[in-house]
């Protein structure tokens, strides 16, 4: 399948709990009746984080959402339909659109790496929602070539976090194209989900972890990462 992201922030002049209540609902709505489209996650983010837990800086985004189609070519057709354009021009009414159009949307392959705590066999399922979901937005080193990262990535940092066990579930992100714009702002991100916040603060204090937080330097530029907690809702399946 085809996946795309967006990583939204609401607009400065909408009240924050009326913009995720919109998103949640009437947005949601929208979005759902978009013809070809197979699968639909918003994420609501709840805190910002860091290498060593739950921080109190302010997140990097609000929200973001990935859709599923089958492939690159339902996924340009859809986005001529009436549908698209609907959803487009209410999306402009909650998040900055101008932000949005810096790099922050992308087209996606993505890589289970671990498959657990109950997701669907499916090759992208994620787990129910209940599980604490860390999200790290990641920017490669500007002195290695994309392959070489997405290369390491996929191996060597990959394997590494594959050592932190209280990790349930694991997927990398590789950002492949823009959308919307000339330039991508991010390389792409992963996704790791713990069982519940015992699990999560385990994982930041294991020696695993620091490995996982050393071998960082190798491959993204850690001056820019950011990550973030969110809340998962899982719309279509």
Known sequence: MYKIVFFLRFRADVDRADADRRFAGDHAQLALAIPGLLRYVQNKVLTASNNTGVSRDKPLVDAFAAMWFADRGAYLAATE??????????????????????????????????EGLGAALDGV??????????????????DMTREQCNAYWATTHGDIAMTVSQIGHYTQNHAIAPIGSERLAFDGFSESWYADQASYEEAMASAPWKELEADGDNLFDMSVFRSVIVEERVLRT
């Open 81 to 114: 339909s009436p549908q698209w354009l609907r959803a487009a021009e209410d999306a402009a009414e909650i998040f900055d659109i101008e932000w949005l159009s810096e790099g922050w949307a992308a087209g996606i392959e993505e890589r289970l790496k671990r």
């Open 125 to 142: 399922g994620t787990p129910p929602r209940g599980p604490v979901k860390l999200i790290g937005i990641l920017r490669y080193r500007a």
